[in-house]
């Protein structure tokens, strides 16, 4: 079952030309003059129920306007959203009932109340049954923490106690669909790991599709399956984390320590980037050269100490994507 589809989408954002002098700034003011940006430049893809889709690319790529094209706040300039069957910008109210939405820099949550009301005010909102309510409170609770700061007004909140406050309440009416633009940004380390861990479990006990904007690769590492990047308004890649993997994550590196110095090491496809005192550290394409071929060859002529094989982390795909990345054809994306 298909959760979100988008066709074609399309937002240019108009903006007026400011002029200098009074005479033409009076002239702007009679006759404004416009400058339109495409933010989102014709981007189509669709994602299945209880996916988990990470949304990334550069600053300004245009992924926070697609996350708002998405939930009905901004209106398209063209092209076709569906969302849980429906228009987000046509029927704004029906489908809050079926999403929820997480902005990082941008709590949802009323100031002034203490968060335990808050949710009591969104159970009323959202009009949800009791027992879901209570339910989803105590998972929510014991996951991410929330009773030692349910009294505390959500203006006294740590950034990280707030997203932890936001995310449960954009959950409790048991969306099917939630959308995160940045839910990790400003966090530490440890508060991260909470928020993904608490992710991963939704989803699989949920079913809940998730799609999210960030620029942290270890959220993506360890919460989406599927990649969709965009730059400059374009889809530049679309496919699963495991196909990145495979079509990109080619080069190894093979670090080796010797029991004395070694020579230099001369082999078909293997590359020295660098030797020092009883170190080497080679790099080769996993598909040209059998790593137990190499270190036989190595262990020939020295004693070997300690041994590594490296992939390359998914930080390096991504940035070898982005700069390549126009390059890829669409028909390529998704062939693993
Ligand atoms: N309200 C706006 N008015 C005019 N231009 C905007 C507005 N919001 C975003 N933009 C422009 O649209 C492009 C995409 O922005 P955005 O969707 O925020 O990118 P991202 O979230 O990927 O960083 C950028 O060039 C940005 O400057
Ligand atoms: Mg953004």
Not at 1 to 6: D, E, F, S, W, Y
Not at 136 to 158: A, H, I
Not at 169 to 184: G, K, M, R
Not at 253 to 276: C, H, K, R
Request: aromatic share 8%; glycine share 8%; with cysteine.
């Amino acid at each position: 079952m298909t959760a979100i589809q988008v066709e074609n989408l399309v937002k240019e954002y108009r903006l007026t030309v400011r002029s200098k002098g009074i005479a033409s700034s009076l002239k702007s003011l009679l006759m404004p003059e416009y400058r339109h940006v495409r933010a989102v430049d014709g981007v189509s893809f669709s994602i299945e129920k209880g996916d988990t889709v990470g949304f990334i690319g550069p600053n300004g790529a245009g992924k926070s306007t697609t996350v708002k094209m998405l939930t009905g706040v901004l209106t398209p300039t063209s092209g076709r959203i569906d969302v849980c069957g429906m228009n987000p910008e046509k029927e704004r109210k029906r489908i809050a009932a079926r999403i929820g939405v997480v902005f990082g820099q941008k709590t949802q949550l009323w100031w002034d109340l203490p968060v335990y009301d808050t949710y009591d005010l969104l159970r009323h909102i959202y009009k949800i049954p009791k027992p879901v309510y209570t339910r989803n409170l105590e998972m929510f609770s014991e996951l991410l923490g929330l009773p030692e700061f349910f009294k505390t007004p959500v203006r006294q909140l740590s950034l990280g106690q707030k997203m932890r406050a936001d995310i449960a309440a954009a959950l409790l009416h048991d969306p099917e669909v939630i959308f995160f633009d940045e839910p990790t940004i400003g966090l530490d380390v440890v508060a991260k790991e909470k928020i993904r861990e608490f992710l991963r479990t939704v989803n699989q006990e949920k079913g809940t599709t998730m799609l999210f904007t960030t620029h942290d690769m270890d959220d993506i590492e360890q919460t989406c399956k599927r990649l969709i990047i965009i730059d400059h308004g374009n889809k530049i890649y679309d496919g699963t984390m495991n196909e990145i993997k495979d079509t990109f994550g080619k080069d190894r590196t093979l670090s080796v320590e010797f029991s004395e110095p070694p020579g230099a090491f001369v082999y078909p496809g293997v590359e020295t980037i660098d030797q020092q005192g009883n170190k080497l550290l080679l790099k080769f394409r996993k598909d040209d050269i059998l790593v137990s071929q190499l270190v036989s060859r190595l262990a020939e002529s020295n004693t070997i100490v300690d041994l590594t094989v490296q992939e390359p982390d998914i930080e390096a795909l991504i940035r070898e994507i982005y700069v390549g990345g126009i390059q890829i054809e669409p028909s390529l994306s998704g062939v693993g």
